[in-house]
């Protein structure tokens, strides 16, 4: 696979995954749908690493990462489809886009990394007056077309954001090499269990009667796909292009949700969305590159 292929891919499966988890929860409870989506992605993922020979490490620190990656998959990816039915797939993707100044935040309390400069504090600020914008819209706009329980959603998508960070800083703070298909394979067969535990909980049926075809594709594209191919496209990306052109990724990927979810799911963009998406994409920027100094970034394999 060519670089700029893989970076396409990564790009066009994270922009239309927000999408895919609406679709995939219209006519599948939530609980069910991710479950569906991580039990897809974990059987060939494993098919993958014995086929391929690649070390799947099982010592304490390997079980550790694969801890703290399954706490992101789980944590996010269950608030994250609670979420669905009350906000757009455009708003969960640009809410999403705050995770790297969040994941900032919280090394600075796990990882004791240096804490922000005035340009990133400034770069926060702007992003969380963006965020209020979008959620004062959303909650009390008449014109919004959500409905009124949207605030649950909001709620329900920062959650997803907070275990995403949080997951990816744990993940740090643990020194050791290991392939990015055994993390997430280990990740899914750790957290797979949790999900059926809260699918038995919170619906424990199966109503295949209710069943629609466009919910059934959504899961497997988002099994396939979102849990599998982009996650191995992203790595591979990560490797061959500089950091910079990678966080390139975090801007594009909100503003192509927004229009799809517009163009297939006739989702409302509003005004105040617009606006609101606009500082958002400002503060991420102004956090990314505002007041860096010119160097070279090596990346290695």
Known sequence: MSVPAAYFAVVLIWSTTPLGIVWSSESVDPTLAVLMRMVIAVVPGWLIIK?????????????????????????????????????????????????????????QKILKEPKFSKTKKVALLISLVGLGVVCFDNIYGASSGFNSDSWIGLVAILGA??????????????????HALSTTVGSLVLSIPLFFIVWLLFDGTLPLEEWQARSLLAILYLG??????????????LQNLSASTVSLITMITPVIALYFGSLLNNEVITENLVIGACCVMTGLALYQWGGRKRTKVAITS
Do not use: N, W
Not at 77 to 94: E, H, P, Q, V
Not at 161 to 178: M, N
């Open 51 to 107: 086929l391929c020979k690649i070390e799947f490490p099982t010592h304490r620190q390997a079980l550790k990462v694969y801890t703290y990656s399954g706490l992101g998959i789980f944590g996010g990816m269950l608030f994250s489809y609670l979420s669905a039915r009350y906000i757009s797939s455009g708003l969960m993707s640009l809410v999403f886009g705050l995770s790297p100044i969040l994941s900032g935040v919280l090394a």
């Open 161 to 178: 954001v907070f275990f995403f960070s949080l997951s990816g800083v744990l993940v740090k703070s643990v020194d050791i090499k290991i």
């Open 224 to 237: 396939v796909f979102g849990s599998l191919i982009g996650f191995i496209a992203y790595f591979y990306v």
